[in-house]
């Protein structure tokens, strides 16, 4: 199996056997962080990341990640490029793209809502790009999925449940009310990558908050295979009863940006509406001893309580620090020469 | 010869023999990109790229040139810098050049025209620093040349038309029509390094779109001294007879920024009325099998049809990857220790 | 002795021992620069700078320290990074600092008054920094401190007077007018650490311009322990008599941000009331043929004279080279295995 060259954009353009490579190597790299092992595998190579989105986090996990593999990541803002849009004069994705694989070993990209006129166009602009690139492109976040952070997901679950205790045990997937309007793309893909591994997922939400349907029919089609099922809560509480893991964010309505305006201030007025979508130590209680994970930053005091993010069963930096571990792996994987 | 501690603001500054130095290494540094021969040439070293303009082509090329050479580049942007001006304090370009040259084994500068007020105070600028810098000053592009295109476009002509086969060739520099009222500096430097390798120049633009007198000045010496010549047209038909390189660009008109103040819409506007200046398969057929070049980014249906842009004939993205190359080159030579 | 692991925001809280050991190292680190001795300290590992205040120095000599041992610096900008403030959501320091402590070897902070509401904020967001993460805190300049500053000076002074020599010696802190509206924290940082290594302080500025009572009465007490003075003069002439060091810098008076903002523009206009307060030949006749230094960038003509700041017995390059090698030595004691 050799994964050199493939794009990124959803766990689920992977088979399940590549996805445990990348896990597996993961652990590996965490292990072997500062010895020589894979201290060569991207030398002297550069990746691009570009930044249509800002953001601190996955820039530093990135960053860090060429870094220790001995290549370097240039943080990029495509501002500054005068791509050609239906409005404007610039250069097509096809030349950027075509020029950018004569530079770099690999090209990661960042965009979510309110840079793109509707849910969609950013995983458009990223199967354009990957379309044209002659090197990897890798979803560094995009709107719909978020390839990395389900991977680190999983591999928190890999090391605090056990790889091969995952199978039957319940992923509760639930919304936290919050100020932040955040994107779909963690969460579709937190559903998917889990119901890959056999877990049974429960998707509790207040009423209006769905997430995208073409994911979720894929979700509920990944549990069929693994004979699990994904069932659809609106209740806040018993949602949490008999769960393994609970993963509570906040997502935007998808009224939020309808008419090709991304409205935010309107959504953190609807989303503080909900105070009892907080996921919390009374609520914890319902549960089979679940863990909490998060992908981080963290809303404390709308998504979850303090207790339970700084709690025993808490495993949120952990999984941040998967981050770092899984994204080597991808990087050393398509972009370099281990196997 | 040694180029080390030279500055480059134009070719037209260094010998011939020096121009040939660098593009034969680039040469070399394209076969050898990753093998050990130049992967410690700027060990643990910093190159410097000041941007008073952005660019995300420039600063990816440059950048993975460092890193190439096992150094690094700083991405800098000068408006976090107070520098010193007739109308606000700040830091004089002696103390900025002088404290750099403690840290840095070499500065790029870019400054094109909207940062500044009239044609020639961007060279003026880097001309201060080279004045004062004790490591060598590189033009990132500014407002009268950009030596590292120039050297790109010659290493494809080298590559795509034969080293030893230039002399006597014609090369046809047009003016195309478009929407980005794009700066001199590339045109300029594409008749200045092509003129000193022995080809014939024709310079086509519409009435009023003249260059700076000065460099056409030189390159009619150029073309004098090798006995060829400098041919100015306003036909954007039979300017294309019997050329072997078609180079379509657009350049905006002298009167841009002839108050002290980029006009650009104005620009813009007066730019695309002359819609009959682009190139095209049909007027690629009355050269003689003409290679087409551009410095990319490429305004697409303005300046050059798709046609023309993605053809057999094209050397785009090989011209673009040789920034790499020859970026590479120049900074071996001019702030390592290679001959 | 190991100063693994230590914090830096004030060389106050650093034995005299240790900052020495800081001092020997960048000696040794200036002339081993190029050679491999300190080339792997801190290979591939990761240093993250957050520029609350933007600066093109300061940038440049740590992200050139990180590079010469081998790691890299990441540039980053919090104002992408959504921290949780009283009035809004985000995330806690807590969080912050224990992620970013799972990817990099250690952490510096820039935060002036321009980003803060009163003297004193940035200082205790540095401390809330440094309380939370596992990894060192390093001050790249905040509103009270800027300990690398004054590594630099005193390296500056060993390298100049001698380090056996400095006892005794008279330090002219002298205030300069100018249109910069600087900081407190060089200047305190600057008497907090020539007191403590024996020097005789002088401090002089203009009626009004007094800097933090807590910080002078801690230079008097540094004074004291050596048998040493702290004398504070507002005679612009006569406090120059017999120095050996002067360090005329701007700094802004009390008032600049009293009711939580920062009134920039009013600071500029009452400095520049102050013409008398330059440092000039004429009053550097007065002193013991003293070195002038200053934390650069200078704003010349308003706070030291063209004649003094590029004379004889000016160091100022040396110091703001020196700025590169105590920050490696920091980062090497801190971050790395050195010793």
């Known amino acids: 199996m050799s994964l050199k060259g493939k ?38 190579r550069t990746f691009f990341m570009f930044f ?9 996990s990135f960053e860090c990640a060429a870094t220790e593999l001995g290549g370097h990541a240039q943080f990029l803002e495509p501002k500054s490029m005068r791509l050609k849009t239906s409005q404007s004069a610039g250069e097509t994705v096809e ?11 690999g090209i990661g990209i960042r965009i979510l809502e309110d840079k793109i006129g509707a849910y969609g166009q950013g995983h458009e602009l990223c199967e354009e790009y990957a379309r044209w690139s002659d090197v990897p492109i890798v979803s560094m976040a995009h709107d719909k999925f978020h390839p990395c952070q389900g991977l680190a997901d999983m591999q928190g679950l890999w090391q605090h449940l056990g790889r091969d205790r995952l199978e039957g045990k319940k992923l509760l997937q639930v919304w936290g009310h919050g100020a932040l309007a955040r994107s779909w793309c963690s969460v579709q893909e937190s559903m998917l990558i889990c119901s890959r591994f056999g877990m049974d997922i429960t998707l509790a939400h207040p009423e209006g908050y769905d997430l995208d349907p073409e994911v979720l029919a894929q979700v509920e089609k990944n549990c069929a295979e693994n004979g699990r099922e994904l069932e659809i809560s609106n209740d806040p509480v018993r949602c949490y009863d ?65 207790a339970v993010a700084s709690g025993r069963r808490s495993i949120i930096y952990d999984v941040a620090e998967n981050r770092l571990h899984v994204q080597k792996a991808i990087m050393a994987l398509t972009m370099g020469d281990v196997r």
């Open 52 to 60: 249509y989105n800002p953001s601190v986090r996955t820039r530093q």
């Open 242 to 306: 008999g769960a393994h893991v609970v993963y509570s964010r906040n997502w935007m309505h998808p009224d939020t940006y309808e008419d090709g305006e991304f409205h935010k201030a309107e959504e953190i007025e609807r989303a503080l509406a909900h105070p009892e979508w907080i996921c919390d130590e009374k609520k914890m209680k319902r549960t089979d001893d679940a863990l909490f994970t998060h992908p981080m930053p963290i809303d404390r005091g709308h998504e979850v309580s303090d």
């Open 7 to 44: 794009h990124l954009l959803c766990t689920q353009d992977w088979s399940r056997q590549e996805l445990e490579r990348v896990l597996e190597l993961a652990e590996d790299m965490k292990r072997e962080r500062w010895t020589d092992k894979y201290a060569h595998v991207l030398d002297r």
């Open 95 to 105: 030349d950027a793209s075509k020029v950018m694989s004569r530079y770099a070993c």
